[in-house]
């Protein structure tokens, strides 16, 4: 009669599968997690070149602005209106690139690490982010409400120097309104998803 395998060495063969299993499993969980932060390296780094872009229009404006003499008087709402419309562009676009890298965020530490510790059985990893996100004030950062702060008084003080609140200077004023509402509401979502990932990262 043949002789059976001993127990021991049975189940040892049976375990082989889970445990690949679960290293290919992280494998894909990590694979996951380095494109979520090579995303988030894209948006930072198109946060930085907003502002890079807006230094530079800003420069080109300015030696327009300088050649004033020589250009005809009705092209200054539209250098100076038209200006307010396409930086407040700019602006959104810094705020909704920051909104998504916190989105990014939010998932790796909501769904991403507890599908991860599941499979490893232990919390300690990936412990920078949380480690940051506990330390940051609760209160809006200079940092995000600064641009928007910013842009409202620059708004205020051309509306006030050039007396924009009638003639053609005032269709300036309006059509930059919706876009002012836009940056603002930017502003808004970006600390609401901060604050999302925050409770997220420390609880």
């Not at 020589?70 to 920051?98: D, E, K, R």
């Amino acid at each position: 009669m043949e002789q059976e395998p001993e127990r021991g060495v049975s189940r040892a063969v049976k375990a082989e599968p889970p445990v690949r299993h679960l290293e290919s499993l992280v494998q894909l969980h990590v694979a996951e997690y380095q494109a979520l932060a090579t995303r988030n390296t894209y948006w930072i780094t198109i946060q930085f070149s907003v502002w890079l872009l807006i230094l530079t229009y800003v420069t080109l404006i300015s030696a327009i602005w300088l050649a004033k003499p020589s250009l005809p008087v009705m092209y200054t709402p539209f250098i100076v209106w038209g200006s307010g419309i396409l930086i407040q562009i700019a602006l959104a676009g810094w705020y909704y690139a920051g909104h998504e890298t916190y989105r990014n965020l939010c998932y790796v530490e909501r769904d991403l690490r507890s599908m991860v510790q599941e499979a490893v059985g232990t919390p300690q990893f990936w412990q920078y982010e949380p480690y940051l996100a506990a330390r940051r004030p609760k209160a809006p950062l200079w940092s995000e409400s600064g641009p928007a702060l910013g842009l409202l008084a620059a708004l205020i003080i051309a509306v006030w120097v050039r007396h924009a609140l009638w003639g053609r200077e005032a269709i300036g004023v309006v059509l930059n309104l919706p876009f002012t509402f836009i940056v603002l509401w930017s502003l808004f979502n970006l600390v609401k998803r901060r604050r999302e990932f925050e409770f997220t990262a420390t609880k």
